[in-house]
T-cell receptor, first 115, second 112 residues
Framework: DVKVTQSSRYLVKRTGEKVFLECVQD?????MFWYRQDPGLGLRLIYF???????EKGDIPEGYSVSREKKERFSLILESASTNQTSMYLC??????????????FGPGTRLTVL | LAKTTQPISMDSYEGQEVNITCSHN???????ITWYQQFPSQGPRFIIQ???TKVTNEVASLFIPADRKSSTLSLPRVSLSDTAVYYC?????????????FGQGTTLQVKP
């Protein structure tokens, strides 16, 4: 079974703090993704990476950065956390199988509260 | 990426078959149709995927008509544990556009 793990299930931070969310996958997947999920807005893509040290902006990258130094690890960074970044953060990975219909495997999520 | 439309919510009772239909009028030739399930406080989980006609696995069936402009997820004999949000997505999963667009999903409530 594919396993995607996230460093914390719940996190509480203060406004202005730098926040690191870590994601690790154990299936040697090339693609990794960070989403945030908010009530009424569904999942929105923040950033994705299709290879080590490669990253692409998603739909809502403002206020976030990412790091992918190793294939299995994809980090989401909030440089200066703000209250509007309170959300559920979901990491996912998928294989660059070369075939259509690739599927994403999600981690359990990190519920971040910024006070 | 093709946009999808599905009902916001549905109610059912235990033991019934549930069919959730998704519209995707602008589906592209290379696009697959994929359904995910999400329980509260968990990440979405892949359920089933198809390109045309019918696909069945141990969890669900997926019916896709010839024009592929819609698809129907069928859950046989639902139980209370099937209460979740179900997302319909279309895309080709290619490396450059591997991102998926999740809409609002359909919240299925199964009652005793």
């Amino acid at each position: 079974d594919v396993k995607v793990t996230q460093s914390s299930r719940y996190l509480v931070k203060r406004t202005g703090e730098k926040v690191f969310l870590e994601c690790v996958q154990d299936m040697d997947h090339e693609n990794m993704f960070w989403y945030r999920q908010d009530p009424g807005l569904g999942l929105r893509l923040i950033y994705f990476s299709y290879d080590v040290k490669m990253k692409e902006k998603g739909d809502i990258p403002e206020g976030y950065s990412v790091s992918r130094e190793k294939k299995e690890r994809f980090s989401l960074i909030l440089e200066s956390a703000s209250t509007n970044q309170t959300s559920m953060y979901l990491c996912a990975s998928s294989s660059l199988a070369g075939g259509p219909g690739d599927t994403q495997y999600f981690g359990p999520g990190t519920r971040l509260t910024v006070l | 990426l093709a946009k999808t439309t599905q009902p916001i919510s549905m109610d059912s009772y235990e033991g019934q078959e549930v069919n959730i239909t998704c519209s995707h009028n602008n589906i592209a030739t290379n696009d697959y149709i994929t359904w995910y399930q999400q329980f509260p406080s968990q990440g979405p989980r892949f359920i089933i995927q198809g390109y045309k006609t019918k696909v069945t696995n141990e969890v669900a069936s997926l019916f896709i008509p010839a024009d592929r402009k819609s698809s129907t997820l069928s859950l046989p004999r639902v139980s209370l544990s099937d209460t979740a949000v179900y997302y319909c997505l279309v895309g080709d999963g290619s490396s450059n556009t591997g991102k998926l667009i999740f809409g609002q999903g359909t919240t299925l409530q199964v009652k005793p």
